[in-house]
Each structure stands twice: as C-alpha cells, then as structure tokens.
C-alpha cells in the first residue's frame, strides 16, 4: 500500500510519510486548545487509540457485525459485481480464497471488518477500519449491494465514526477516494472532510474531529440515544 500523506508528491518511505502525516493531521484535524495538545504530545505510543475487532455494533435500522468465514461467498459476490467493484481492489475468484482472507483477517490485529446488515441480519454490505496513524484511522472496502435501503450509507458512517471516535478514541479519519467515484467523494465531503491531495489516480482527504462531532449532530437522527457495541 502506498502512503502518500504529504503536501506535495513525493517518493518517500513509509517512516517518512508517517511523519508528514502526522504532522499534517497535527494541524489540519487537531486544531485543539493548547492545553490538550501538550497533553497530547506528553503521551506514550500505549495510549494512542487501537483499531480493535468488535462482535456487533448496533444501530438505529442498521447493524455492524464483525465478519466470519461463512461470509465469504456474499462478500466475494459483493466484489465481483461489476457494478459494484469499479473503483476497488480486484480480488481473485474462488470462494476458498475469500475464506483463507478472512481466516488470516481473523487472526491479525489494526483492523476490523464488518458486515453491514439490517435490523433482522439480513446482509447488505461491508466496510473496514483499518490503518490507524497517530490518533487518525482510515476506513473503506465499503460497498452496499443495490437492494440496500437508502439510509444504510449513512447509518453505517455514522456507525464507523461513532465506534472509531466515542469508543475507541481516534480524533480523525483519512481515506483515499478514486476521482471518478464521485458519489463517495461528494458523501465524504457532506459529512465534512476535506481534500489534501489529488492526482489522476487518488484524492486523498481527512477530516478532524470537530467535524465528526458536528455531523454526528446533524446527522443524529440516523443513530439510536445509544449504539451498542458488543465486544468480542
């Protein structure tokens, strides 16, 4: 995977870039009272947040459940569908291949993939957090088949930010959108985040947490009083 995180292209390492982004999220997505910043930098690499697996997330209409082999032929047929899959990763055919992922996903540790389903776990789609830098996550694979109902994209952000900021601790997000995606683009930019880089390939975007929480305020009526999230 490359990391790009910089103000201007560039070749760089990952340590690099590490560093540039940290430092762009620094003053782009943290712009926090002093006080909480030296608080901040004071701080040990064991209290940055973790990305950690979780069993369940539940939702207003919409529910996070972390994914399991039995899943691999509706994630595989998610990926392949052409209308669907433009702007993703090709992934081999085979079913036992998807299901070896999701064994290696299951025992790995930054990341956690979920399948989004309804109410009654009928299954409408997927979307992962992943890549934690500093106190900034990324989140993609996210993908809804077409019978999915009209507020699923919204209700699994507002799942996605809520997990990854009020129970996991993250002050951030970043991503990596393909320019001609613009639904996405045009979603990302809604809830408030904003373009850093672009190129023929990629824009690459963040968003702080002064915007989350604005959105999660504006966009409230999608969650419940209280998400729950079950633990594994």
């Known amino acids: 995977m490359r990391y790009c995180w910089c103000l201007r292209r560039t070749t760089t390492t990952r340590w690099t870039t590490f560093a540039t982004m940290t430092s762009f999220l620094h003053w782009c997505a943290m712009r926090r009272p002093s006080h909480q ?9 064991d209290q940055r947040p973790i990305i950690r697996k979780t ?9 996070l459940r972390d994914v399991v082999e039995s899943d691999a032929e ?7 569908d052409p209308r669907r899959n433009q702007y993703l990763s090709p992934v081999d055919a085979q079913v036992e291949v998807q299901r070896e992922w999701i064994r290696q996903y ?6 956690a993939y ?28 996210w993908v809804l088949k077409e019978a999915a109902p009209p507020q699923a994209a919204i209700e699994s952000a507002v799942l996605v930010y809520t997990l990854a900021t009020r129970f996991w601790g993250f002050r951030a997000a970043h991503f990596r959108v393909h320019p001609a995606n613009t639904s996405v683009l045009a979603f990302h930019e809604k809830f408030g985040a ?4 672009e ?28 998400i729950g999230v079950e633990a594994d």
Not at 55 to 63: A, C, E, P, Y
Not at 106 to 111: A, K, P
Not at 211 to 224: D, G, H, K, T, V
């Open 37 to 45: 910043l030296a608080a901040q930098e004071a701080g040990t690499q």
């Open 55 to 63: 069993r369940l997330v539940r939702g207003k209409s919409i529910n």
């Open 74 to 80: 509706f994630v595989l047929q998610l990926r392949l």
């Open 106 to 111: 299951r025992e790995s540790q930054g990341q």
């Open 114 to 141: 979920f399948i989004i389903c309804d109410a009654d776990f009928a299954d409408l789609g997927t979307v992962r957090i992943y890549d934690a830098i500093g106190d900034s996550f990324s989140w993609g694979s």
């Open 194 to 197: 904003r373009r850093v880089t």
């Open 199 to 226: 190129t023929p390939d990629e824009v690459q975007l963040c968003i702080g947490i002064a915007q989350i929480e604005n959105s999660l305020s504006r966009f409230a009526r999608y969650a419940p009083k209280h």
